[in-house]
Structure formats: C-alpha cells, structure tokens
C-alpha cells in the first residue's frame, strides 16, 4: 500500500479521528485482505487471507497470494507475511480467491481455489509443516476441477472423517481421505439440492433455483449440530446459515446473520468461525479502509453469543470490532513489532531472510498495542532497528497517542536498513494493564525499520 502513503495518511488520520480512537475493524490496515479463514492451533489464533492488490486491473478481482496473520487475545495481530502464492501451483494461472487451513497428524492442509492455465476453476491442495508456511503444492495437479469449483471449507468430525464443501453458485461436497489429498471416489463428488427450505429464498432466481445461498461456505460442528455459514442472496451478498443434524444435510435454513453492509460495505462478503477461549467470533471483510471497496476488502471480526437453542443471532458489524481482549499481553517477552492492533501509515515487508519487520515509518505515524500487562512495573524498553540514514525516535506513550510519555528511544544510523541494532531507554516506571502507542518522530521520510521490542 506505499504507492499511496500519503493519501493514505489523511484519510486514515481522518477515519481513525471519526473513531475517538476505539477502531479495531479491519482488523488488518496494512494489506487490503479478504475472505478470511481462521483456524485455531496450540492457543493461537491464524487467520488465513486472501490479499486484494493495491492496483485492480481490468476493473476485477486482482489476487496474486495469501496471507496469515495470528493472535493470542484476539485484539492483537502478528503479521507472518504471504504464506503462499498461486505461482507456487505450476498448473495455475492466478486468481487467488478464498480457502481454508487445517491441522491434521503434523501438517497443515491449505485448500484454495485457483484458475488453470489451460482454462477453468479448480481446488488445490497444499501442505506445511507450519501454520505460517512455506506451503507446498501437495499434489503436482488439482484435486478437483470444475465450472464454480471454488471457496472450500473443510472440517474433520469428531470420528475422524473429514468433509470438502465449496461451490459459486453450485454447493458440492466430498469425503476426504485420512491422507487429506484425496476423497472417496466411490461416494464421489456431491452436489446439493439447493431448495428454499434448505438454504434460504432469494427473489431472483439462479440457475433455475430461488434458494439463497451464493457461494463461500464455512463448515463447522458446536454441540453436536453441523453449520454452514455463507454468503447469500446474490450481489451484494448477506450473510446466513443453515444447520444439520449430520455432516452431509438435509440442511434446514436457519436466517440471516449479518445484513448487507451498507456503510464501509463491498458487494462480496465472506464469513468464518471460530471458537476461541470460550468465545465466539465470526470474522467476515467489508471494504472500510482508505481507498477500499468491492475489489479492496478488509478483514473484520466480532464476538457474538449464540443462542440457547445454538441458533445464531443477527450480528451487526462495528468499527470497535472486539471490545475486549481474550488475554493481556505480557511486554517482558520479546513482542514483534509487526504485532498490531492498530496502525497509521506504517509497512511491513519480509527480508529475503524471512523475516518480517514494520518499515516506511515516518513523522507521526504510530502503532497501537492493546492491553498490555505491566505488572509491578517496566522501568526499560528494548527493541530492534536499523536504518542507513540519520534515522529517529519511537516515543512509548499509554493509553493514546497523545497519552502520558513513558520515555523516548533515539535511533541511530546502524550501518544498513537490514543491519539490526538492539538499543534501550529507561522508563518512567509503569504498573498495570495499558494500551500502548509507538509513536514515530523524526524529520526524514522512511526514517529506520523496526524489527522487535520487549520492555
């Protein structure tokens, strides 16, 4: 998103000023994402994305690669960087739309959605020993191939057996194979019989059907009850559900969850679940940043209840997002930089190292870390930068950006934009829990990189 900096810097200044400083959606400002899928592993939450460039061209969806973000309290974002491109499948052409990840006996199965080279829409599979990659094409070829054949989720039920559904404007879905790259060619691939009871009415009939749904389901089971959740109604989408007693239907309709966004809205919608420490959150992207709209979508996320009966309530879509964090972070171990809950004008970018930093840091530009542990008291800041030029400040300051200085690091040359330095400044000493500000200072544009930092 450089290429527009300084746009971007008035009109996210203006929007985050609207806000009285309490926006937390989209949840990324960084990246323009989409269609998010999150996948909760080992008491962290991923979150897989689709990645709308900053250039549309030809008036549509322009998708090149995936990306991943994680976070331990659902309010701050670790940015892990493209987690994978569809040049990494050598059959595919492009148009990186919406998959999903899972966890399955030590690896992880990325399913996506790509278009061939010769022609047409396909599902690929690809593996990682990683939740944040590298992922690997697990089958040299598609592992299925079809008109609308896009948007998979998949679930692995309690017995072990895991289901594939996807579909625009079609709903199919197979059996996977325990090995997770195969489905059972017996059964074969199943197509849904989409009636209103099913899925829902729409007035505007669709191949040769008045049911609801669209395309982007997220399949999920809670109490013994199986769920798809989906975009629906034709453009612009809502969102709805419908529910089961087993994994492969008769689905029963159960309603709308979430309108047609009409303020900061895109014409698509995508949701996802997850169950996180006890709560709920439905993720889903409108198009509120800067610039943003139907091709330059944003990921959001709120927590919900779902009622007694397990029927979901009609969710309304905010700017504040979570309202609190499902932990507080502790500053005593080392935090990346690029561990966001909000920001303003800055970048991230990945070495050739692999390792991923905040850069493109100018004069007032600042990052927001919610809920930050304290304790008895941090009397130190440490953190890692580099800069070739004469570089700047990063002041430490609670609760706003204007809020009380906790002390100021002064960043020297180190030698190189990627020659990392650890360098420190005392503190006036804090207790307690407290969001913080890094606030940048400086006369140069594009002043240091900012790698890590740990109080």
């Not at 709805?240 to 309709?253: E, F, L, M, R």
Request: include cysteine; aromatic fraction near 14%.
């Amino acid at each position: 998103m450089k290429a527009r900096k300084v746009f971007l810097l008035c009109s996210i200044a203006l929007f985050a000023n609207a806000l009285n400083g309490f926006a937390q959606n989209p949840i990324i400002q960084t990246n323009y994402t989409a269609d998010p899928a999150p996948m909760v592993h080992n008491g962290t939450v991923y979150v897989y994305t689709s990645h709308d460039e900053d250039v549309t061209v030809k008036n549509f969806f322009t998708m090149n690669d995936w990306k991943c973000y994680s976070s331990t309290d659902m309010v701050n974002w670790t940015d892990h960087g493209t987690v994978m491109s569809y040049k990494d499948f050598s059959w595919s052409r492009g148009d990186a739309w919406a998959g999903q990840c899972i966890y399955r006996n030590g690896k992880f199965y990325y399913y996506v959605p790509v278009n061939q080279k010769n022609g047409g829409n396909a599902i690929g599979v690809a593996v990682s020993d990683s939740p944040t990659g590298p992922f690997k094409d697990a089958l040299g070829k598609p592992l299925l191939v079809g008109y609308g054949y896009i948007d998979p989720t998949v679930y692995i039920d309690d017995d072990g057996q895991a289901y594939l559904y996807w579909g625009n404007p079609n709903l199919w879905h197979v059996k996977l194979n325990e090995d997770m790259i195969s489905y059972d060619q017996e059964l074969g691939v199943v197509k849904e019989d989409l009636k209103d009871e099913n899925f829902g009415y729409r007035a505007k009939k669709i191949d040769n059907r008045t049911a609801s749904y669209e395309e982007g389901p997220w399949f999920f089971k809670r109490n013994s009850k199986y769920y798809l959740l989906y975009p629906a109604g034709g453009v612009p989408e809502h969102l709805a559900y419908s529910t089961s007693d087993k994994p492969t239907g008769p689905w029963v309709y159960g309603d709308t969850i979430m309108h047609v966004i009409q303020d900061r809205g895109a014409f698509t919608n995508h949701p996802g679940y997850a169950e996180f420490k006890g709560k709920s959150y439905l993720f889903y992207h409108n198009g509120a940043l800067p610039e943003g709209g139907g091709f330059k979508r944003s990921v959001c996320v709120e927590e919900f209840k779902f009622n007694p009966d397990g029927s979901i309530p009609l969710i309304t879509p905010t700017r504040e997002g979570v309202p609190e964090s499902a932990s507080n972070l502790n500053p005593y171990n080392k935090v990346e930089a690029e561990t966001i809950a909000w920001e303003e004008g800055i970048e991230t970018a990945k070495s050739s190292a692999g390792t991923i930093y905040v850069t493109d840091i100018d004069n007032g530009d600042y990052i927001k870390v919610r809920s930050v542990d304290f304790g008895k008291g941090a009397t130190k800041f440490t953190a890692s930068v580099a800069t070739a030029s004469e570089g700047g400040q990063i002041e430490i300051r609670l609760d706003s950006k204007e809020g009380a200085l906790l002390g100021t690091l002064h960043v020297k040359n180190t030698g190189g934009t990627l020659n990392w330095k650890t360098v420190s400044c005392k503190l006036t000493k804090t207790k307690g829990v407290h969001d913080v500000f890094f606030v940048f200072k400086g006369t140069a544009n594009d002043m240091f990189n900012f790698n890590w930092w740990k109080f």
